[in-house]
């Protein structure tokens, strides 16, 4: 089990002065204090973990994020910054003694510039109407995580989050270009702006993927780009995983760049075939879904290519989408795969990345591991990029299954740090890997990481507990508070 | 004195001892790009042209590890025999500066060197997947990895790119690389002035051509490399099919502009090179800003200064060079460019000019903070390249 920080109680017995307080910065109502009220912010996408905050604010300026910040250090109490609460990895898992500052409330689209090709917005914005604002004038916001209608580009920005698409476009940090953040101390700071790499220290970088623990962003300025004409996909099955590791690598070195290139294996395949009917072939060992972009000659050019790249690899199955119905199809199963599973059992999603020519024995070590414990593990993941999405099928109410589940994730992320990869790739640490960050990296290195944060940070009051293992973190926190 | 250590644990050692003695070090690659930034006082140069092998080179996963003193060069050699490149086309900057050497991959990183293809592909910072560095304190520490995607821990990595070897001497680096295009074409319309010209770079970059650069020069400029008027010059890749549909498109969309011609020649090493500008001894400075801002700067500052610029990046890096005079006309400078937003950075001066003038973009009062907070976690003792980003 992942433990947390002992609460303050001389924080929590403030509480009503705390809330009264701070319904003097935001409406009344926007001050959350009702235990069953509280319940619905106790949790993230990794549900597992639950622990109600003391309370939650939900703030509609950057002026009063600043006012709020500025209120809780004074106060001592901790911070939570929380976009739409979908982290897989606890990014935003309160502690007993915080307050959770919800963006929920900020989602206003500021400016759209399209000359520039930039969109400013207040950060609570779900990724999804980021790309809603700009899609009819055939724009798009690049990075997709699965999570899009729901996530807000504040969690995007904190855990530098990617989808299926950044094999060609890039993930978040590739497409910030500015952030107004409000720092630990209350004060509203700018980096970066509408235009590209500023001098200096590159503090946007730092920012994204900092899992909110350096200040919170309030609003951004992103790149958008020009929607392509269409895109096709293409279902290749192999009688191996190793054969279509393979064919993965030979179609990326061919410079053959598909938008999104993934994969699935068997158990994969058959829970989602039977759940979304997409006509994947049951006899295959590993499917790859490769999608390319462009007008329909340039998507017939190189969809003929991947093909002919493809062809010594010997797939079993070869099928070409020829129009809108038949892509929808192909990725109906893909898309599927996550809500049929979550159909069969409860699950863990995993993270990890791995060079690709680790991933056919990555994937042989993943079954070996899974019998071991006696657990299922299917695989959908960004094949592209290495990126591991193993999803262990496990039962959350016997408490014997759910430790089993996670030894096994655990497991399995060291496995991925073994093969020269790391333990996440786009989900974030958050609570979930903290305890493992010791396998990638040595304790002076997170001691270098962690003096990042004083700088930004110095009493350690945004997100603390997440990241940082909490045997370096703990007595750190104390010394630093106690200075 | 010069050091050239042959081992990363040789690195750190030279820095534990520079950290005892309380003994400042400049930290060099080739020295290519020692004009860059502000001048350095230290007894004691710490070269890493000794650490300059490769690493790893995975070409299936387009990835490449080497060691920081490794020449561009090698390194591009190396790709190409692959037929692969550096995703973010690093400008070279010994004739715009007058030095010699050979430049490195470590020092194109530390100053985020990033060219014309920037646009479309990302700067250095963005090809980044990990490094090994020495820190202040002289340990030797990882940050990131060698794979596509990695949110493990800060991104470290690209904090230290661009950071001039203030925070820690970079020793190994893990890079995204890129295939090359079956065809490269770039197309010119000649004659436009610089508002229509941005304005039709950012017509073409509105349309999902995958424009790999996007340039103007105005005419004093242009001449410089052989063309008769302006020219706004966009460059497509692609396979045949792509790359002659997409030109296609292009011609199509901008004939309000002018005709649209293929040309033959590759003017983007000029333009990454700032060649233009080589050879002369004027000031030349780097401002980044939105782009349609560009060319009313540039109409300010070629009256108030006598300026003579180009743009890249679609109109978002304006090259402006100005008489160096004794302070780089940096009053002027920055003063236009707070009616807009961006950051100017001094390119090109005389030590003298550059020690006395910012060479970067002056900080807000939170933000310096930041800076040196950053440099006293990283380099408690200020014995890496002091002074080299602020005084």
């Not at chain 1, 622990?51 to 500025?70: E, F, K, N």
């Not at chain 1, 980096?191 to 730092?206: E, N, Q, R």
């Not at chain 2, 040789?10 to 860059?36: F, H, K, Y």
Request: charged share 20%; glycine share 10%.
């Amino acid at each position: 089990m992942i433990e947390m920080p002992v609460p303050d109680r001389k924080i929590i017995a403030r509480r009503d002065d705390i809330a009264a307080r701070l319904r003097r910065i935001v409406p009344a109502e926007q001050v959350i204090h009702a235990a069953e009220e509280l319940k619905a912010y106790e949790c993230d996408g990794l549900n597992a973990y639950r622990q109600p905050p003391m309370l939650v604010v939900l703030p509609d300026t950057t002026a009063q994020v600043a006012a709020v910040v500025t209120l809780c250090r004074a106060e001592g109490v901790p911070i939570i910054p929380r976009g739409s609460g979908t982290s897989l990895a606890g990014g935003s898992l309160p502690t007993a003694d915080s307050v959770v500052l919800g963006l929920s409330r900020m989602k206003d689209v500021m400016e759209i510039d399209y000359e520039n090709r930039t969109i400013r917005v207040q950060t609570g914005i779900t990724n999804l109407a980021v790309t809603g604002a700009v899609q009819p004038d055939g724009f798009f916001y690049a990075p997709d995580p699965s999570s899009q209608l729901a996530c807000a580009i504040g969690g995007n920005i904190a855990m530098n989050s990617g989808g299926a698409h950044c094999l060609k476009y890039g993930v978040t940090t590739n497409n910030l270009l500015g952030v107004t953040m409000v720092m630990a101390d209350g004060e509203v700071v700018e980096f970066g702006g509408a235009h590209l790499d500023a001098g200096g220290y590159d503090f946007l970088s730092l920012i994204c993927g900092s899992e909110g623990q350096l200040g919170i962003c309030t609003e951004a300025t992103l790149k958008i780009l020009p929607s392509a004409e269409g895109a096709r996909p293409m279902l290749f099955g192999f009688d191996t995983n190793e054969v279509a590791g393979e064919a993965v690598a030979a179609i990326i070195r061919a410079g053959l760049c598909p938008v999104a290139l993934e994969f699935m294996d068997k158990p994969a395949i058959t829970v989602s075939e039977n759940f979304a009917k997409a006509g994947y072939p049951l006899d295959v060992e590993a499917l790859l879904i490769v999608e390319v972009e462009g007008s329909d000659a340039e998507i017939d050019e190189q969809l003929t290519r991947i093909e002919a790249v493809v062809a010594p690899y010997a797939p079993s199955t070869v099928k070409r989408s020829g129009n809108d119905i038949e892509s929808a199809k192909i990725w109906a199963g893909r898309k599927a795969a996550f809500g049929a599973i979550g159909q069969l059992a409860d699950y863990i999603c995993l993270d990890g990345c791995v060079p690709l020519s680790q991933l056919p024995d990555v994937l042989k070590q993943t079954a070996e591991l899974a019998k071991k414990y006696d657990l299922r593990v299917a695989n959908v993941f960004h094949a592209g990029d290495g990126n591991l999405h193993p999803l262990i099928m496990y039962e959350a109410n016997d408490p014997d299954s759910s430790r089993k589940a996670e030894e096994l994730g655990a497991d399995l992320l060291r496995l991925c740090v073994e093969k020269d990869g790391c333990l996440t790739g786009e989900h974030g640490v958050g609570i979930e890997k903290r305890e493992l960050m010791l396998t990638q990296f040595n304790e002076r290195e997170l001691r270098q990481q962690m003096a990042i944060k004083d700088v930004f940070d110095p009493s350690w009051m945004l997100n603390p507990a997440k990241v940082f293992p909490l045997s370096l973190s703990t007595p750190h926190v104390e010394d630093c508070r106690a200075a | 004195m010069t050091d050239a250590p042959d081992t990363e644990e040789g690195v750190a050692r030279i820095v534990r001892d520079a950290m005892a003695a309380a003994a400042p070090l400049e930290i060099r690659g080739g020295g290519t790009r020692m004009g860059l930034g502000r001048p350095v006082q230290a007894a004691r140069t710490l070269s890493l042209a000794a650490l300059d092998s490769t690493v790893l080179y995975e070409p299936g996963e387009l990835t490449l590890v080497a060691q920081a003193g490794m020449t561009l060069k090698a390194v591009e050699a190396l790709l190409d025999s692959e037929n692969q490149q550096l995703t973010f086309e690093p400008p070279d900057h010994r004739a715009l500066l007058g030095t010699g050497g050979e430049p490195t991959l470590g020092g194109a990183i530390s100053v985020a060197a990033s060219g014309p293809r920037r646009l479309r592909m990302g700067a250095a910072r963005d090809a980044l997947l990990g490094m090994r560095y020495v820190n202040g304190q002289g340990e030797t520490l990882r940050a990131g990895g060698r794979v596509m995607k990695n949110v493990t821990g800060y991104d470290v990595p690209k904090l230290l790119c661009g950071a001039y070897g203030t925070l820690g001497i970079v020793t190994e680096i893990g890079l995204k690389v890129m295939p090359k295009s079956e065809i490269v074409q770039t197309v010119a319309i000649a004659g436009l002035p610089d508002g229509k010209a941005i304005a039709a770079l950012a017509a073409a970059l509105a349309m999902p051509c995958d424009v790999s650069a996007a340039a103007h020069l105005p005419e004093t400029v242009s001449r410089e490399l052989g063309f008769a008027h302006s020219a706004t010059l966009l460059r497509v890749e692609g396979f045949e099919t792509q790359a002659t549909y997409r030109i296609e498109r292009l011609t199509e969309a901008l004939a309000p502009f002018g005709p649209v011609e293929r040309i033959d020649s590759d003017p983007w090493p000029a333009i990454r090179d700032a060649m233009m500008f080589a050879g002369d001894d004027r000031a030349v400075w780097r401002i980044s800003m939105k782009a349609t801002d560009a060319p009313l700067l540039v109409a300010d500052l070629r009256e108030r200064i006598g300026a003579e610029a180009f743009y890249d990046w679609g109109g978002g890096l304006v090259w402006l060079a100005c008489e160096e005079g004794r302070d780089a006309s940096e009053g002027a400078i920055r003063q236009t460019l707070a009616g807009f937003d961006g950051h100017a950075t001094l390119m090109r001066a005389s030590d003298a000019v550059r020690a006395a003038v910012s060479v970067f973009q002056p900080e807000s009062a939170p933000v310096a903070r930041l800076s040196s907070g950053l440099k006293n976690a990283f380099d408690p003792a200020g014995i890496l390249n002091p002074g080299r980003m602020r005084a």
